[in-house]
């Protein structure tokens, strides 16, 4: 420390140093070695995952660790800036409440239990897998009563293909490609109608 | 302001100033801030500034209350009843033709980062000192908490951060993100700024960008703009500065904020002089005897 | 958004949020732009700077308001009047522009003569049918010639074409109406109209800023419908300057309706077949979809490559594509419609990822109490939210003894999600712009990109799918799931953002642009570098034909050609795949991810980024030219005809043909773009013309129409008609609607959001450093009102409809103003919505109060405008909540 090598009061480095005693030779050694921690850290090019004006974000990190997440000057719509929320993205990512650990509620439980991942994502496919088989809509003929598109025993029946027992919500806070995913798998193999999300088109 | 000049707005521009000893300062235009506090968090975020509880205060839309250990920048939030310039604010009465003037002013209050800084004076431990670019800064390591710079402060501005948040018992306050602008980034708060209300550069640059600000804004109908930078007191004027509409008072600003030390200087002088004739004394007292 | 689709032709914001700072007045209306957007709003002050006149409408003087010349206090839902009214000032005064309007617009368009308006059937338009509550839009179509095409008088005077129709429409809407109606005085109205319209003309232009405020109406879509024309009249749309920008409230809120996870469209706007409408084979779906003239012309080349993109191979001419393997909408399947399914235990399982509706979504109590009657629920978050949380004892309706947790069934998988540096991929923001993301860091413990729950999930479905010979399980067996993977299972992204920008489906097809990769070559020194140039650096197709990024599946296996340089070369013969037409072109043969470029220049940012479709930043530009293609004036000048090159050219990508001279003109028998003139600017509708009158495509009304909202203090003074007939209320015990001037509940409650927080407060509830900074729900009110009921500020007091309770903080304030509607002192009140029972700041949950409703466009609830009645002290103890709400029920009136 600096400290060590010259007094503390101002009055007596003044009198030894012949400067007022509050500059840069009063610097202990760790204000002299500060730098910002982004310095020289790998950096991504990322977006603000809040609203939908889509500022640009530096996301710094070193040797795995996310370092800091700060506005992309060169982006064209925020210029570098960002609002609260944008700036409070590198807490959004790092706040001990995070999730990191599937869990679970079983029938009539008050209680969290933890599950392995894998064995969630069998548990999941199987739910859906006998969901779907159990409420599958061949033709306009098996709709229930208050479908508009129910067809009586002597109508030509349609074909549906779908099931309206499992249903999804989300993704306006998803990847283009997350819900390119989702709506093929869901819509385009499973037959799921009932998908939604925030967006009203 | 400097909106839409991009990579080359002084905001985001990289800089040398600490390098080339040049005096930064901040230019804080509340006609131009929308009170979104980006700079409260960035601020914080950058500075791994721990957040200071959550208390609802009532008082508009403002709940971190006042600057403190825990809260570098602050953004006040005032409803007056006065025009904001020319601004025609719709009917503020159900009563025909009743006009009653409104508007909702926000600042973004900071560090001053004196001329004369009032808690640098004070400082016994030498943990606050001037940087090369002419801010006032605390060293945590040196610091040993004695709180002698907390009354230094003619703005209340430094404080000691209470237990149990991390560092307590430490003086802390803005550091003009001494750390970004080692290696040529910008303050955090100037940086996030979305309208570049937080204007950041060097002070000369910035005054004369303020005094062409307030020219404007009178023009245009902001008829009580003025800039507050203190330099008719003691505190010899601040470098982190501000464009206010109407008087300091109602934004919590003292009119004519002192330096409390600034009546020591004689006083430190008539102790100097004391102590040097009690160890003339002294010796010559031994050299007597 | 149809509001800006039947006017336009596209359902995207159809200008840059950089280019509010060319607007010479820009109004902000239905959001609060400085608070929701506040870094879109730095536009806006550069406007303001450069001496542009900035409006804001909104019930509550925000901070919006603060940074405005012009502050109109408004009722909530009074905004279709108000504008309205300015649509009429512009007609009875002859503000217009007149020759953008009969060139651009289809003002000369002649309408049948059996069509009726409000003006004459008291609210309605003809072929209202009141059985089943819905319009045959016979009526509404053009008048056609001997050749079907539509009748025209340029002159603009025939008593029936759509400019004189419209003059009518809106007679009645004047400063006074506007007054009566919206409490808005003529006085400051005229301001309006006089700083808009001075904003106007070849010389200047005016922009337009909405969001949710206008959309959460049970007339949204008739409410931007509305600015719709009032932007065509003066001459402001596909200008520099000019526009409407719709501003989104989530990252990719644009994107999850472009590649739609909603139940009635595909992506790229496709729809969603449906039983019933004759669309069992392809050819009929075209026959209701497909157009003669316009892009929609091509509908087959997008359907039949979208399929090709779903099934590769098994999609084949002889199965229709595999046109069967996608199910058939029968009904309303929309969020509160299937949700209300779900209450009546018809839902047997759910995913919700990354949305909150147990706080954000509306009749909120309902929403969470249907959670109980499910099998099974998967939440994915990055924090533990409410909905996942419905069955503990902290759950507001468990601790109401509404549910007991031993008694619900329902398991529940509660799965972390990555963060969005966790993982890479795009989300298309509000100005249509796609902005590709690097992965930074990898997501903590067990938590997963959704991309990777849902690959994961395919993988274990499609396996039993080829397990079993159950024909319904045909389009899992047939679905191409081809997606190479990184080492922790994670798919590809690029290769998925390839399959969305779409390819030659044969292997061995090269690149029509060369070699293009190979010829660029090289990888990116850095991942920096990377973006710059838009090359990710991850895996390229090796020994494979050029032009392919991704060539081979996850089994090795060469899996397609070349991808494709844009829309134009989609083909309906099955030669090429598409994910996504409309963003075709963003990942082409050069192998550039333009999502990932960093490299802006110009003064829209091209090269940052793709705005679909085809990099074009400001839609219709071809507007900004007069009909023989030079600019309107110096000063606006935008996308102008070289002649001396035989090409548009410009600041932007012309959203035109590029070389179609101004002076085409079609054949009879053209189709498609070619179907155009060369001075038609809008190129997706049939006409290529913006329509202020829009024949199809609307449930309710070619014109909008002001009504009240559905719960209202007043008689609609405009017509008999007191509602939005068409719309869907959703009436049942649990979702009741107060009557019009109901004394129970005097006080409209109108909501909104903070810049300190979102929506339903997941991302933002659980961050010390926004919580500090709005840690509490308040309330908005008066100081008037205040004073009328005894409050103080800070003291608790209950909000209640007929729906729910909540408890908050008085906040009153002069920035809510008492209004002067039809004679009466009407008041209005303000809540934010972040606030739920879960997370280091708790409240109650305002949506609890809202109903759930449905507008007959979108399906959207009416959020903005409420009643509530406003009582002093915390709401009921949990035992005593039920009976405090039937008092307030069945006694009502009880003075505060």
Redesign the interface.
């Known amino acids: 420390?600096a400290?060590e090598a010259?007094p503390?009061?101002?009055?007596l480095?003044q009198l030894l140093g012949r400067t007022?005693?509050?500059?840069?030779d009063?610097?202990?050694a760790?204000?002299r070695s500060?730098?910002?921690?982004?310095?020289g850290a790998?950096?991504?090019?990322?977006?603000?995952?809040?609203?939908?004006?889509?500022?640009?974000?530096l996301?710094?990190?070193r040797d795995?660790?996310?370092l800091?997440?700060?506005?992309?000057?060169?982006?064209?719509?925020?210029?570098?800036?960002?609002?609260?929320?944008?700036?409070?993205?590198?807490?959004?990512?790092t706040?001990p409440?995070?999730?990191?650990?599937?869990?679970?509620?079983?029938?009539?439980?008050?209680?969290?239990s933890d599950?392995d991942?894998e064995t969630?994502?069998?548990?999941?496919?199987d739910?859906?897998?006998e969901?779907r088989r159990?409420?599958?809509v061949?033709t306009?003929s098996d709709?229930?009563g208050?479908?508009?598109?129910?067809t009586g025993p002597n109508q030509a029946a349609?074909?549906?293909?779908?099931?309206?027992?499992?249903?999804?919500?989300?993704?306006?806070?998803?990847?283009?490609?997350?819900?390119?995913?989702?709506?093929?798998?869901?819509?385009?193999?499973?037959?799921?109608?009932?998908?939604?999300?925030?967006?009203?088109? | 302001m400097s909106i839409g000049q991009g990579t080359e707005s002084p905001n985001q521009a990289a800089h040398d100033y600490l390098a080339e000893g040049r005096t930064v300062g901040f230019f804080t235009d509340p006609t131009v801030c929308i009170g979104c506090k980006a700079c409260e968090v960035a601020c914080k975020e950058w500075n791994m500034v721990p957040d200071d509880g959550y208390a609802w205060s009532g008082h508009s839309y403002d709940n971190s209350g006042d600057l403190g250990a825990s809260t570098w920048r602050h953004v006040k939030f005032l409803e007056q009843d006065l025009a904001a310039g020319n601004q025609v604010a719709g009917p503020m009465t159900v009563e025909p033709g009743g006009e009653e003037p409104f508007r909702w002013l926000f600042v973004s209050d900071v560090c001053k980062h004196c001329e004369e800084a009032g808690c640098l004076e004070a400082c016994p431990t030498g943990s606050i000192i001037r940087t090369d670019n002419g801010a006032v800064f605390v060293q945590d390591d040196v610091c040993n908490g004695c709180g002698a710079c907390v009354v230094g402060c003619p703005f209340g501005v430094i404080d000691r951060r209470p237990t149990p948040l991390p560092g307590a018992g430490g003086a802390f306050k803005c550091t003009f993100c001494y750390d970004r602008q080692a290696v040529g980034l910008t303050p955090a708060c100037a940086k996030a700024c979305p309208t570049e209300s937080i204007q950041f550069g060097p002070l000369d640059e910035l005054k004369e960008r303020a005094a062409v600000r307030v020219h404007e804004l009178r023009q245009s109908g902001f008829e009580d703009a003025r800039l507050y930078d203190a330099a008719d007191t003691s505190v010899r004027g601040v470098h982190a500065f501000f464009l206010l509409l109407g008087d300091p008072g109602a934004y919590g600003l003292p009119p004519r904020p002192e330096v409390p030390t600034v009546h020591l200087g004689p006083a430190w002088a008539s102790a100097l002089t004391t102590a040097v004739m009690a160890m003339l004394i002294a010796v010559v007292a031994f050299a007597l005897w | 958004m149809p509001g800006l689709g039947t006017s336009f032709g596209r359902g995207g914001a159809t200008t840059a949020q950089q280019d509010l700072a060319n607007a010479d007045c820009v109004l902000i209306q239905g959001s609060s732009m400085a608070e929701a957007h506040p870094v879109g709003f730095r536009w806006v002050m550069k406007a303001r700077e450069r001496g542009a006149t900035i409006i804001h409408v909104d019930p509550r003087y925000s901070r919006t308001s603060a940074m405005a010349d012009l502050w109109v206090p408004i009722r909530a839902g009074g905004d279709l009047v108000f504008l309205g009214g300015l649509v009429r000032h512009v007609l009875e005064n002859e503000l217009y522009f007149e020759s953008y309007v009969r060139h651009f617009t289809n003002a000369s368009v002649i309408l049948k003569e059996d069509f009726r308006d409000t003006e004459e059937l008291d609210g309605l338009f003809s072929g209202w049918n009141e059985d089943t509550r819905s319009y045959d839009t016979s009526s509404w179509m053009y008048e056609g010639d001997e050749a079907d095409r539509p009748r025209r008088d340029p002159s603009l005077q025939h008593p029936r074409c759509v400019f004189q129709v419209l003059k009518r429409h809106f007679s009645r809407y004047t400063p006074e109406m506007v007054e009566r109606v919206a409490g808005v005085p003529p006085e400051l109205f005229h301001r309006v109209a006089h700083a808009l319209t001075a904003a106007s003309g070849p010389e200047r232009t005016a922009a337009i800023c909405y969001a949710v405020g206008w959309t959460q109406h049970s007339k949204g879509v008739q409410i931007i419908r509305t600015a719709a024309i009032l932007q065509l009249l003066l001459g402001n749309m596909g200008r520099p300057g000019g526009g409407i920008l719709a501003l989104r409230g989530h990252a990719s809120i644009q994107g999850s309706t472009d590649i739609p996870t909603l139940y009635d469209i595909l992506p790229g706007y496709l729809k969603m077949p449906g039983a019933g409408r004759g669309e069992s084979s392809l050819e009929g779906y075209y026959r209701n979809n497909r157009r003669r003239g316009g892009l929609w012309h091509q509908t087959p080349a997008y359907t039949v490559s979208l399929l090709k993109a779903y099934y590769g191979d098994r999609a084949t001419a002889e199965n229709d594509w595999g046109w069967r393997w996608l199910p058939r909408v029968t009904r309303n399947h929309s969020h509160f419609s299937y949700w209300l399914e779900m209450a009546g235990g018809d839902v047997e399982g759910l995913f919700i990822m990354g949305q909150n509706p147990s706080v954000g979504a509306q009749n909120a109590r309902l929403e969470r109490r249907a959670l109980a009657k499910l099998r099974w629920l998967v939440v994915r978050d990055l924090v533990e939210i409410e909905p996942a949380t419905f069955w503990r004892s902290d759950s507001p309706e468990v601790r109401r003894g509404e549910l007991d947790p031993a008694e619900i069934d329902t398991e529940v998988f509660l799965f972390p999600a990555a963060g969005h540096v966790e993982k890479e991929g795009a989300f298309t923001q509000t100005q249509r712009m796609l902005q590709w993301r690097q992965k930074a860091v990898e997501p903590p413990g067990d938590a997963t990109s959704e991309a990777w729950f849902i690959h994961q999930l395919a993988r274990r479905l499609i396996a039993k799918a080829r397990e079993s010979d159950d024909p319904r399980d045909e389009p899992l067996r047939a679905l191409d799931w081809w997606y190479p993977e990184d080492e922790h299972g994670e798919p590809l992204m690029e290769s998925v953002l390839a399959e969305i920008n779409g390819w030659y489906v044969d292997p061995g097809r090269g690149s029509d642009a060369d070699d293009a990769i190979r010829g660029e070559g090289g990888e990116p020194a850095t991942p920096e570098d990377g973006a710059r140039t838009g090359r990710s650096g991850l895996a390229r197709a090796a020994g494979g034909p050029a032009g392919t990024v991704y060539r081979e599946d996850a089994e090795g296996r060469p899996h397609h050609g070349a991808q494709v340089a844009g829309i134009p070369v989609l083909r309906d013969d099955g030669s090429t795949a598409c994910g996504c037409w409309i963003y075709s072109g963003c990942y082409g043969p050069d192998g550039v991810n333009r999502a990932l470029k960093r490299d802006p220049h110009g003064p829209y940012g091209h090269g940052w980024g793709f705005a679909w479709p085809d990099d074009r930043r400001i839609l219709y530009n071809r507007a900004s030219a007069d009909p023989e293609g030079r600019p309107w004036s110096e000063r606006k000048k935008l996308v102008w005809w070289d002649e001396g090159e035989g090409r548009w050219t410009g600041l932007d990508t012309p959203d035109f043909p590029k070389t179609k001279p101004p002076s085409y003109r079609p054949p009879d028998d053209a189709t498609g773009v070619n179907a155009h003139r060369g001075d038609a600017p809008f190129i997706l509708h049939d006409d290529g013309l913006a329509w202020l009158f829009v024949p199809t495509g609307l449930a309710d009304g070619p014109l909008p129409t002001y009504y009240e909202s559905l719960e209202s203090p007043v008689k609609n003074p405009l017509y008999g008609r007191q509602n939005n007939p068409a719309v869907n209320w959703l009436r049942r015990p649990d979702n009741e609607y107060a009557e019009r001037g109901d004394p129970r509940f005097p006080y409209i409650l109108t909501t909104y959001r903070l810049t300190e927080h979102h929506t339903g407060g997941g991302m933002s509830r659980t961050l010390p450093h926004l919580s500090e900074l709005q840690p509490e729900l308040f309330v908005e009110m008066s100081p008037e009102l205040a004073q009328e009921l005894g409050i103080e500020k800070g003291e608790w007091i209950t909000v209640a409809s007929l729906r729910g309770a909540v408890e908050a903080r008085a906040l009153p304030t002069r920035r809510i103003r008492p209004l002067r509607v039809d004679g009466h002192v009407v008041h209005q009140v303000a809540m934010p919505f972040h606030w739920g029972p879960v997370g280091p700041v708790k409240g109650d949950v305002t949506n609890d109060l809202v109903p759930m409703s449905e507008e007959p466009n979108v399906s959207i609830h009416e959020g903005k405008v409420v009643l509530c009645t406003i009582r002093k002290g915390r709401r009921p103890a949990d035992g005593e909540f039920d009976a405090w709400m039937r008092e307030l029920r069945e006694e009502g009136g009880v003075a505060p």
Request: proline share 5%; net charge positive; aromatic share 8%.
């Open positions: 420390m400290s010259s503390r009061w101002p009055f480095r007022d005693g509050t500059g840069s009063a610097m202990s760790r204000t500060l730098k910002a921690r982004t310095d790998a950096v991504a090019r990322s977006v603000c995952p809040y609203c939908g004006v889509g500022c640009g974000q996301a710094y990190h795995g660790e996310l800091a997440i700060e506005g992309d000057r060169e982006s064209p719509v925020s210029q570098g800036t960002l609002c609260p929320k944008g700036s409070a993205s590198y807490q959004l990512m706040h409440t995070r999730l990191q650990r599937v869990r679970y509620r079983a029938p009539g439980a008050s209680s969290w599950l991942l969630a994502m069998d548990m999941v496919a739910r859906v897998w969901s159990r409420t599958f061949e306009t709709l229930p208050h479908d508009p598109c129910r349609e074909p549906v293909g779908h099931t309206t027992a499992v249903a999804h919500l989300g993704g306006a806070t998803l990847d283009n490609e997350e819900n390119y995913l989702i709506k093929k798998l869901f819509t385009g193999g499973l037959g799921m109608v009932a998908v939604s999300n925030q967006a009203r088109i």
